[in-house]
């Protein structure tokens, strides 16, 4: 008899706890809080519709017969984890728990901290992608609350293999940390055991700036080029500098002038960079003002990832101006999006390949490429609907004026499809260079561990998989576009199952 209670009683505790978190989540996807002036646009909005949400959820009825503050955390990290992407903006769930914090700081902090010290338990299983936004909440939260955390709980982490999940967590936490202050607090707010996790200080290589340096090929140069950038030079003058360098790859009887020279682009890149390095604002000015020099030196493909290997060795320990710089690249077309995926994906990151900000990189460059085919198609629509409305006001009296019209109307639309085709070329193609390399560097991974008798099941390999998953899941609306080309030349039947198993997934979720 008791034991039917116990388990009749677990059982109705369980309903109750599970019709709970299913109601509070049905809350939270509801809410419609908005501001009757920009209708929930701006940011100021959004943080007054989260203190009126946080008040919602802290005023649920019947609070007081269940543990609500444990419901309410429970429900806002399951939204926050869900794939392929959660139901709101990261940024959302970050802002309501710290409102919620807010509103009740004798309880909500303590359950919060509970919640992220099993999901830190937890690590070892949780998806990459999951593990990226865990990543970005915590290091948010932490920003708002003084950074302050009992880091000596998580020292586990510093006999571990730098690459397995925890130690990288608390090392990316602490680099998105510095972002969101500076290098120092970050070095006082972890106990100095965890010195090793720690970003490095966030400041410029520049390679031809000491004296161990005057060997180095390039190095008169390199002066050259600083006083002419300080004296305020032209595009013109850089050029006159350039054309004396030396080319590596060109035979002393190849005349060609215009071949790609990757110490002219070593000189010019590291330079301007170093000079430009005090704030994002002055590297930003320095490529718009030598953007034709960029465009020239960097005209050919090897030119562009040249450019893009320069500016890492540049700014390796500041993976925040790596990614901005690589930004503004892509939108002033130095560099293109495959050239940054074939950079991501080559032997000089190999030892940055897991970390957040190589991803970040990779997602935002997909982005673009994708926004510009929408842009492109988008006004391709216009042109042919303004066509169409021509055509359907044409009257009888104006018929040559009308013709004229038209034809002018006909060749720029023959001109955008022209466009819309060459952007859906390339972005069929940067998928493809990115699914291409991703089986490269699996290939030989497995390779490689079967020839060394070892287990292919490693931190490295699962980060790497579990990416490759990401890039499907992310973008799945445009790749199931190419799913005939992808299945022909890349994920044929004799690629390796481990590979062909994650391309076999995401078409069964398609069908």
Known sequence: MDCRETASTRRASCVKHCSTTCLLSHHLLTLKIRCTRCQGSSSECLITRMILSAAQLVSYPGKNKIPLNYHIVEVIFAELFQLPAPPHIDVMYTTLLIELCKLQPGSLPQVLAQATEMLYMRLDTMNTTCVDRFINWFSHHLSNFQFRWSWEDWSDCLTQDPESPKPKFVREVL?????????????????PTFSTLCPANPTCIYKYGDESSNSLPGHSVALCLAVAFKSKATNDEIFSILKD?????????????????????????????????????????????????????????EGKLHVLRVMFEVWRNHPQMIAVLVDKMIRTQIVDCAAVANWIFSSELSRDFTRLFVWEILHSTIRKMSKHVLKIQKELEEAKEKLARQHKRRSDDDD???????????????????????????????????????????TEHLVRCETDGTSVLTPWYKNCIERLQQIFLQHHQIIQQY?????????????????????????????
């Open 175 to 191: 680099e998105k940390c510095m972002r969101l202050s500076y290098h120092q607090r970050i070095l006082d707010i972890v106990p």
């Open 245 to 301: 360098v030396p080319n590596p790859n060109q035979d002393d009887d190849d005349d060609e002038g215009f071949s790609f020279n990757p110490l002219k682009i070593e000189v010019f890149v590291q330079t301007l960079l170093h000079l430009a390095a005090k704030s994002f604002s002055h590297s930003f000015s320095a490529l718009a003002k030598f953007h034709e020099v960029f465009k020239t030196l960097a005209e050919s493909d």
């Open 400 to 442: 040559r004026s009308s013709d004229r019209k038209d034809g002018a109307l006909e060749e720029q639309i023959e001109r955008l499809q022209e466009k819309v085709e060459s952007a859906q070329s390339e972005q069929k193609n940067l998928f493809l260079v990115i699914f291409q390399r991703f089986i490269m560097i699996l």
């Open 483 to 511: 799913m005939v080309t992808l299945e022909n030349l890349l994920f044929t039947a004799e690629l390796d199952p481990h590979i062909l198993a994650m391309f076999q997934q995401f078409c069964a979720l398609q069908a």
